[in-house]
Structure formats: C-alpha cells, structure tokens
C-alpha cells in the first residue's frame, strides 16, 4: 500500500533538497515519513509524523507553497506553524509543524540514517521512499568546514568525507539516529549534492522540544 501523502498547492519550484548513493527503503518501514508535494503530485520535500495529526518539516519549504490554495489535497492542513524566529534558510531555526485535519496510523560518528523521495545521482525524482546511512560529524569539524558560518542548534551528518548524504527534495525529512527523530533536513553547500563537499546540516530537534510540546498540549501556534 503506497504511504498517504499530503498536497500543497506549488508557488516555486527552486530552493529544493536527495539521497545520494541510498537504496530503497523496505516495504512498510518508515511509515512515519510524508511526501509533501504540489498540486500536479510533483514531490517538493519530506516530513515526518510525531503524532497522528502533526507533521514536522523544514520551514524554508513553507517558501515553496502556498498551504491554503490546493483544492487536490488528500489530506487537509487544519493549521501551520513556522518557528517564529526563522527567517531564511541557512541562518538557522528552519522547522515547521502542520497539523492535518485528520488522524494518521503511523554522538560523533554514529552512524543514523536520512531518507526521502528526492533525486539521485541520475537525478531523477524517485517513486519509492530511498534511505541512506551516514555519520554525525562533531560539530567544531563541521564549523571549520564550513568557515565558522552555521547559525545555532543544528546538526551536521554526512556529505564530507563521504559520497552519501541528501539534496534536491529531502528538505524537512527526519535524521534519525536509534530509532529516535533528532534532526530535520535542512540545507547543504549551495545546494550542491557533488560529494564529498561540506557537511549536510540539520535542524537540531532537540534545541526545539519546549516549543514543539506548546504546540502539541495548546494545538495553536506558540509566539
């Protein structure tokens, strides 16, 4: 049974994220992920559930759709929450929750895994769900590889030093590390899935628990 997904109306089709050097996830595993796509069933970025009504994704892909115009959602957004200090991406705090209108069923050098449906290195969109292993990166390693410009709370994880990592339709997809969400897919070297390069960087989950669990126990947007 193909996994549910949800529909937004497409605004612009640039600043996308794809597994690189991934393989096919097995038949019914990560059923928590979700295709977020347009309104031509053209996949933009990923998501993943942390409770049967609400989405985590990367907010910079608020910047790709419009939430409120598709007439061709299969599943309804009742609600959308950008983190308030999120400005662009690459300057840090890009997550975002939506929660949908009806329920869903659903260390340095360890290795955890990304996921999505974006492109490979044939640079293909992909029908079936790909997964991909890579290594947390310590974090002043991944600062100097990046020139000391990351913004706060993140972490980095594959695309240096290895030829795995995402790109082009993975944003807001979960890294996952023992079984257990602790970053969201956000954003890569100007967009350049030719790895080796520079580290991936993610939205670090845990830096944002109080405002997620706002969110859930109020079920409205904190300020």
């Known amino acids: 049974e193909r996994q549910q ?12 994220k794809m597994i690189i050097n991934g393989n096919k ?11 977020l796509q347009s309104k031509f069933g053209f996949h933009l970025c990923g998501g993943f559930l942390i409770r049967e009504d609400v989405v985590v994704t990367a907010a910079h892909c608020d910047e790709l759709h419009n939430l409120k115009g598709s007439n061709r959602r299969l599943i309804k957004i009742q609600s959308r ?8 991406v690459g300057l840090g705090n890009d997550i975002m929750l939506l929660k949908v209108s009806i329920s869903l069923s659903p260390t340095d050098n360890q290795i955890c895994s990304v996921a999505g449906w974006g492109k490979t290195l044939n640079s293909h969109d992909v029908d079936d769900l790909q997964v991909v292993n890579v290594s947390i990166i310590n974090p002043k390693v991944c600062q100097q590889q990046w020139n000391n410009e990351l913004p706060p709370n ?3 994880a594959g695309g240096y030093n290895t030829n795995k990592g995402f790109c082009q339709g993975d944003s807001g997809g979960p890294l996952v590390c023992d079984g257990k969400a602790v970053g969201v897919v956000s954003f890569n070297r100007n967009a350049n899935c030719n790895y080796p390069d520079a580290p991936n960087v993610y939205t670090d989950i845990s830096k944002y628990l109080p405002w997620i669990n706002k969110f859930l126990m109020e079920n409205k947007c904190p300020l």
């Open 25 to 35: 996830a097995p038949e019914n595993s990560m059923q928590y992920m979700v295709s």
């Open 81 to 88: 929450c950008k983190h308030p200090d999120y400005k662009t």
């Open 154 to 156: 993140v972490i980095c």
């Open 5 to 16: 997904v949800i529909c937004f109306l497409l605004v612009k089709e640039n600043a996308l």
